[in-house]
């Protein structure tokens, strides 16, 4: 993998991880700064609804924040593109897709087929 390709997508990690961290403390301010007084049911059961949201938000970004930094700790000790499963270099195209990929398109294809035997 060309040099300048990794420092390409160690870039947009680092942009995604600062987005990430960002959207993490808009959040946790406009509920902080909500108002826990509110004597409307409806507002209550509002306000409630937009909390449950905000919160499974937070923890979809939490564990793309961890995959984003598993990424740039890869990156930083060399093994950045390899699969996890295989070993196989995982190709430049799927990496710019999916900069914080852990497996090739092959192996990632045969665990899905395995949840999905496993499911039915």
């Not at 092959?106 to 496993?118: L, P």
Request: charged fraction near 30%; aromatic fraction near 4%; proline fraction near 1%.
């Amino acid at each position: 993998m060309k040099s300048n390709d990794i420092d390409q997508i160690k870039k947009d990690l680092t942009q995604l991880l600062d987005n990430l961290s960002r959207n993490t403390n808009e959040v946790l301010e406009k509920w902080a700064n909500t108002s826990e007084t509110l004597s409307d049911t409806l507002d209550k059961a509002i306000l409630q609804t937009e909390m449950d949201y905000a919160f499974c938000r937070l923890l979809r970004e939490g564990l793309n924040k961890e995959n984003i930094m598993r990424a740039l700790q890869k990156i930083d000790e060399g093994t950045y593109g390899i699969c996890e499963a295989c070993e196989e270099e995982i190709s430049i195209g799927r990496l710019k897709a999916i900069p914080d990929a852990r497996y090739c398109i092959f192996c990632q294809n045969q665990m899905e087929k395995e949840k999905i035997m496993v499911g039915a």
